[in-house]
Every structure is written in structure tokens, then in C-alpha cells.
């Protein structure tokens, strides 16, 4: 099985999380909205849908796609010392521009 950050390396499953980011959608929405073929997208959801980042369920005749966001948990955890590095520079930055070019 694929790790979360192998799956979210590739540009067009991380377009289709945006796109399911607020709401479920049917293939056929994600198709013409990242302008790819309908079969490219299916595998791109089938992988997704096996690194347990969307779920399916079906409604009459389509079947409807969403996020499913617990998985990207471990990625936010990798995240934290680097928004932490970020955080301090940031801060660095305010201080710096709060001392201003008179002092």
C-alpha cells in the first residue's frame, strides 16, 4: 500500500481532494473540472480511495466521491516542527520590522 505523502505527491489527486475538499461529486464533475479523461480520474480515485483519503457511495446510478480526512492527520503531524521553524521567523520578522530602519 502507498503512504499518504507517495499518494499526495502526484498534482492531479491533490486537484481532486481540492475539488471534493467541500462537497461529494460525481465522476463525472471531477472529469470536467480537472480536464482529464474519465478513465485517468477513475484511477487517480481508485488511489485515493485505497490510501483511505476519499470514500464512495453510490446514489441511483452515479457514484459520489468525498474527502475522508483523517489520513492526512499523519501528514499535519509530520507538518508541526516545520510550521513551528516557520512560526519563529516569522516572528524574527515582526520584531525586526517593529524596530524599524531608526534604531
Not at 1 to 24: D, H, I, K
Not at 32 to 53: I, M, N, T, Y
Request: proline share 6%; aromatic share 4%.
Amino acid at each position: 500500500m502507498r503512504s499518504v505523502f507517495e499518494v499526495l505527491a502526484e498534482p492531479n489527486r491533490r486537484q481532486l481532494l481540492e475539488l471534493l475538499r467541500t462537497t461529494e461529486r460525481p465522476v463525472g464533475d471531477l472529469v470536467a473540472e480537472l480536464g482529464v479523461s474519465q478513465p485517468a480520474v477513475s484511477k487517480h480515485l481508485r488511489v485515493l480511495r485505497d490510501a483511505g483519503l476519499v470514500e464512495v457511495r453510490s446514489q441511483a446510478q452515479q457514484r459520489l466521491y468525498r474527502v475522508h480526512a483523517e489520513p492526512l492527520r499523519s501528514v499535519d503531524e509530520w507538518l508541526v516542527p516545520y510550521r513551528r521553524m516557520w512560526e519563529s521567523r516569522l516572528d524574527d520578522l515582526e520584531r525586526h520590522l517593529d524596530v524599524g530602519p531608526d534604531t
